[in-house]
């Protein structure tokens, strides 16, 4: 591969940032990934790099021991870890994860998670939300918690639940009112901090799911778990309200990542446009092959622009949803949209494993799924910005 112009986003500000995170992750090139890819292994090394750079705490105040940044920040910091042809899952889950602990957590919780979380000493990346009946219908979880004196039992099955293996801690979303009991059906749900060191083994079982690129996922079921009362995240029973709180910030991040990886895509698609030649020319002189790549590079620096107005609004406490939405959606087609022209470009090169673009095809594809589907999204449009009747 050549090292041809770097392809420059209309974004591309924060230098001084951007250059700290580039340089961490120039110590993780594609082999890198990619051996971790084939094993299906967590990204132990890089955690470790990120987390004595202080990243791994980005989001956590100073005064818990993190750098403190803003979601602008953060946001560039996983987008840069994507556009090195990394994954910043684990960093992605970690703020978000803990973030729900720095709004909602009492002074002791943060106390006592934060400053550790911050150091690496703890690791909380696993959230707890899906379940296989209940889907994308979050109200409808099954999972219960039970009080019995000062603890809560915890009973049910959920799927999907990554990087367990590999948490200390996880955030778990159970119902602690059944459902014919509230008035609401987003009422009666409970966020806990579970210790994972102390359920595995003791009432949760950990099954693990393999999936189409390298996150590990699990199926988890919870049979008589107790976790202790102090446990529980801000009130009982606010759990749904506290979860979609951090809905804004987690899309916004998510946007970022997509960036990145569309970037990525763009940048190593138009140093082999330049390279490769047949019939007797370069394949990037054929409009075939611009136009593609043009118009996805377009469509990643439309998303950009979206993403940095819904952060700045997310900085300024004012209201974002409409913007972090939107930004999620475009970035997450536009990063698609990349992949699938990088893979044109490289014809039948795209389908082997040593020049990444496959690994990361599959990564990015996640995002129209996951963590929210560009169905909800588009329904969150259609009835929070339009004025439509829900639809479902
Ligand atoms: C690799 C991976 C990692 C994950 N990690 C976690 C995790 O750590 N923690 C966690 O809690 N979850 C996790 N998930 C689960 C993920 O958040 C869900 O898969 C996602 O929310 C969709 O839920 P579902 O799979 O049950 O889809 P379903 O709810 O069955 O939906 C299937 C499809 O139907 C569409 N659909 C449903 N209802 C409507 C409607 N009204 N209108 C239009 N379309 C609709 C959806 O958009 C989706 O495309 C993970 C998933 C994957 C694949």
Known sequence: MTSAKPVVGVGDGHQELRTRIRAVCQRFPDRYWRELDTQRAYPDAFVAAMTDNGLMGALIPKEYGGLG??????????????????NAGTLHAQMYTMATILRHGSEEQKRKYLPKIASGELRLQAFGVTEPDAGTETTRITTTGRRAGDHYIIDGHKIYISRVQH????????????????????????????????????????????????????????????????????????????????????????????????????????????????????IGQNQGIQFPLALSHTHVEAADLMRFRAAELFDAGKPCGPEANMAKLLAADASWEAANAAVQTFGGYAFASEYDIERKFRETRLYQVAPISTNLILSYVAEHVLGLPRSY
């Open 69 to 86: 940044l803003s979601l602008t920040e953060t946001s560039i910091m996983l987008e840069e870890v994507n556009r090195s042809g990394g």
């Open 167 to 282: 948490s200390d801690l996880m955030v778990l979303l159970v119902r602690t009112t059944p459902l014919e009991d509230v008035q609401r059906r987003s009422d009666g749900l409970s966020l806990f901090i579970v210790d994972l060191s102390q359920a595995i083994g003791h009432g949760l079982e950990v099954k693990p799911i393999r999936v189409m690129f390298n996150n590990e996922t699990n199926e988890l079921f919870f049979d008589n778990l107790p976790v202790p009362e102090e446990n529980l995240i801000g009130e009982v029973g606010k759990g749904f309200r506290y979860l979609l709180d951090g809905l804004n910030a987690e899309r916004i991040l998510i946007a970022g990542e997509c960036i990145g990886d569309g970037r990525w895509f763009i940048q190593r698609a138009v140093n082999r446009a330049k390279e490769r030649v047949v019939f007797d020319r370069p």
